[in-house]
């Protein structure tokens, strides 16, 4: 019996007669590449540091973000797990110990464009000006997945900007005489991260069919102009910057269609002869908001505020071209923003618990303001599967487009994750199963991540990988963790088998 069809009766057995997910789900594993690159072990820190984004400028200058000093570890770049030499073999790892047939990894804007592109028009200036060594690196990469069987999912822009559109140092230091404010420049910054997904789309279009724009795009607002915190900080790392929150929201809502158009436009080649050359996605940090009373009225209206705010603003921008630019609780139409989704990449991780208050915590975003932004800040992560089934019928009901879950997964401590990770992993996915057998178009799971990361502020203390990495390691050896079993058996099966079912239940 072939793997396919003993997979296929599996399924046929647990779901009276109907498949819980389809014969070509995705399963695969997410990576970003400023989280992975850096640590390598041989090559030169030079080659292997990305040292023109702001992220790197924000976690090499501590004595510059003073403001957000407690919040973040600046923990040195050589910590990281050395993706960007060790690829082939992470490659290797989640084809023959996973069996994975899908990844998804990111293009770094300022590996490829470390000097600006103003004034570079055009596909073959544009390929001259470009870094020759990183597109190289990066068609290696596209390479060795696709010798592996397995197709790569593309997230253009993952939190990090090159220094030459985003000063964050100068920025956080005086945002009003720094020059290079990113998304606080929005005609420059749209003008050129158009002009550089389209150069991708065309570069890599013959390697890549499947393409995020942009990933979380509210955790670049929300920390990185309203709410630094141990959290999350996210450059410039300014603090009740309201009205800036609002510019620098809608110059990414914008700017997605403008890639998405950009996109469309130059990636005409069908890599994997679906008949569709080109599907553009954005991956969305999905939070269900839970009122910590719900018969209380005020816990009730709030927990609505905070998940139109969270959840709705910037989906119903890029999926309906309907923009609420000034957070009133009131959109404007826009043609130019509509029709620009061909999936939601839907990351998820728990719930959070809001409580409201008589006052306006957040006095300019009037109605949405009556919630306290510390306590939200402050909430604990919390393992809820179940959320995951509320958020894909959310999307499903609301905009009726594929759904991906692009990232799903959860701290670990050392090796010893045989419960915690293992049972996420199979808790979830039953209720993504749920989800699909419930009505939604849902075509694929990636879990965050395939390794040990540099989480950002928190540098390498938050550990989420599949395979552990040691950071103090120089070699970056990289060791299994037990999820990793849990995981191919779910793959063998496309679904969630009977016995890891009743070893880690999920009940109704």
Request: charged share 20%.
């Amino acid at each position: 019996m072939t793997r396919a069809l003993g997979a296929a009766l599996l399924m046929l057995c647990a779901c009276g007669g109907k498949p819980p997910l389809p014969s070509d789900f995705m399963w695969g594993a997410s990576i970003a590449g400023f989280q992975v690159d850096m640590g390598c072990p041989t090559l030169p820190a030079a080659e292997c540091e990305d040292r023109g984004s702001d992220w790197y400028q924000l976690i090499t200058n501590p004595r510059g973000f003073m403001a957000v000093q407690s919040s973040v570890t600046f923990q040195p770049p050589t910590h990281g797990p050395g993706h960007w030499e060790l690829w082939e073999q992470d490659f290797d790892r989640a084809k023959n110990d996973l069996a994975l047939d899908s990844f998804r990894l990111s293009l770094e804007w300022s590996r490829i464009f470390p000097t600006s592109t103003e004034g570079i028009t055009g596909y073959d200036a544009l390929k001259a000006h470009a870094s020759q060594a990183a597109l190289e690196r990066y068609h290696a990469m596209f390479a060795g997945l696709k010798a592996r069987g397995v197709k790569p999912l593309v997230t253009l822009n993952h939190y990090s900007l090159p220094l030459w559109i985003h000063d964050a140092l100068a920025c956080h230091t005086d945002l009003d005489t720094c020059t290079n404010k990113g998304w606080l420049d929005p005609p420059r910054i749209q003008a050129e991260i158009a002009k550089y997904a389209g150069f991708v789309a065309k570069e890599f279009g013959g390697e890549v069919d499947l393409w995020a724009t942009e990933n979380e795009p509210f955790a670049v607002v929300l920390p990185g102009y309203i709410f630094p915190s141990s959290e999350r900080v996210n450059p410039p790392a300014l603090s009740y910057k309201f009205a800036e929150a609002k510019v620098a929201m809608t110059a990414m809502i914008v700017a997605h269609a403008r890639m998405y158009d950009a996109v469309k436009e130059n990636d005409t080649v069908d890599a994997d002869a679906d008949g569709k050359p080109a599907q553009v996605g954005l991956v969305y940090a999905t939070v269900p908001m839970r009122p910590k009373d719900p018969a209380k009225p005020l816990d009730k209206k709030a927990a609505e505020n905070v998940f139109y705010l969270y959840n709705t603003v910037f989906l119903d921008g890029v999926c309906k071209g309907d923009l609420d630019a000034e957070l009133s609780g009131k959109a404007v139409h826009r043609d130019d923003l509509a029709n620009r989704m061909d999936w939601i990449g839907i990351n998820y991780y728990t719930p959070l618990t809001i409580t409201g208050t008589m006052t306006a915590s957040f006095p300019t975003l009037s109605p949405l303001s009556n919630f306290d932004p510390f306590a939200l800040m402050g909430s604990t992560w919390v393992d809820d599967p179940k959320g995951l089934y509320e958020m894909a019928m959310h999307l499903k009901d609301r905009y009726g487009l594929p759904l991906i879950v692009t990232e799903n997964g959860t701290a670990v401590e050392g090796l010893d994750d045989a419960e915690k990770a293992s049972s996420f992993l199979v808790r979830h996915v039953t209720w993504l199963q749920r989800a699909a057998r419930d009505g939604a178009d849902v075509r694929g799971y990636f879990y965050w991540t395939l390794i040990d990361n540099y989480e950002w502020n928190h540098g390498m203390d938050i550990r989420m990988g599949l395979w552990a990495v040691d950071p103090m390691d120089v070699t970056k050896a990289r060791a299994k963790r037990p999820a990793v079993d849990a995981y191919r058996q779910i793959i063998d099966a496309n679904q969630v088998p009977a016995a890891l079912d009743q070893q880690w239940p999920s009940p109704e």
